[in-house]
């Protein structure tokens, strides 16, 4: 079976953020409640200039909070995140 972007995001996310999101989500027949994301999403009209989602990332650091991170590839996918880059 061919895996696409939609099913790779679904089943083996890489971004701290989509790991997130992807908890949140409540799941048919479950009593667990999903899990929440802390704070509140940026102003779209007014993003971070560097990582767009370090205000609500659990891992985001003061490099995340102050530098754009660039691309990494991971698993043959392409991920924008600190914690994918060599220090």
């Not at 939609?6 to 992807?22: F, I, Q, T």
């Not at 799941?27 to 560097?50: H, N």
């Not at 609500?56 to 003061?62: D, G, K, T, V």
């Not at 698993?75 to 924008?80: F, G, I, N, Y």
Request: with cysteine.
């Amino acid at each position: 079976m061919e895996l696409t972007e939609k099913s790779v995001l679904m089943e083996s996310p890489a971004h701290p953020y989509a790991v997130s999101l992807l908890s949140s989500v409540p799941r048919i027949g479950s009593e667990k409640l999903p899990d929440s994301i802390p704070g509140y999403p940026p102003d779209l009209r007014s993003p971070p200039r560097d990582c767009v989602f370090h205000p609500r990332c659990p891992y985001a650091s003061e490099l995340c909070k102050s530098i754009e991170p660039p691309v990494a590839i991971v698993e043959s996918r392409k991920v924008k995140c600190w914690l994918y880059i060599e220090k």
